[in-house]
């Protein structure tokens, strides 16, 4: 799986877009773009994937460059339950070995009151 | 609906004993993932099944390391031998397919520590 780069910490107020951004570079064509977080002592939750299309669903927004190399996740509104880790994650759509995720480091989000 | 569940909750055990994880996954759900997570880092693969069988093991970190899910649904991960290294929150996963784009939800984790 392709490898992802997304800076250690990022705050937003309350109320503000929260713009969370990942870079893919070596993304192939037949891999998707995930994001989970993980809210203190909590598992990761899944919040959106997208592969070539931007998407949107209850959670948030994912924006994919034309070219597929780097993305936006967007939280519209955000709120104090939105501080979090934020992982971006990225995997091949096809073959059985490819179903385990690779998590890195992930952006720490912290929103202000 | 309900979710992944994982018991205990939290494990305390001395350093050479066994101990036995377990985790609950979404009725139907065909896989099954087992993560662990130490202090400050991101999750790391641990073992992977799809249905009874472990499809790839590839990140168990050593033969004192085992999991089986002999009907396909409940799991359990067993620790032989535990060393203070060992200590971490493991969780665990689950989603209808194994490929994507079929998500994985993860349950609240098991907190080990060895002592």
Known sequence: ?????????MDCAEGRAANLPCNH???????????YRQIHSQGPQYIIHGLKNNETNEMASLIITEDRKSSTLILPHATLRDTAVYY???????YSSASKIIFGSGTRLSIRP | GAGVSQTPSNKVTEKGKYVELRCDPISGHTALYWYRQSLGQGP????????????DDSGLPNDRFFAVRPEGSVSTLKIQRTERGDSAVYLCASSLLAQPPSEQYFGPGTRLTVT
């Not at chain 1, 799986?1 to 910490?9: E, G, R, V």
């Not at chain 1, 570079?25 to 994001?35: K, P």
């Not at chain 1, 971006?88 to 096809?94: D, G, H, Q, Y």
């Open chain 1, 88 to 94: 971006c994650i990225v995997r091949v759509a096809l």
């Open chain 1, 1 to 9: 799986d392709a490898k992802t780069t997304q800076p250690p910490s």
């Open chain 1, 25 to 35: 570079s070596t993304i192939s064509g037949n891999e998707y773009v995930y994001w």
């Open chain 2, 44 to 55: 790391e693969f641990l073992i992977y099944f799809q249905g009874t069988g472990a499809a």
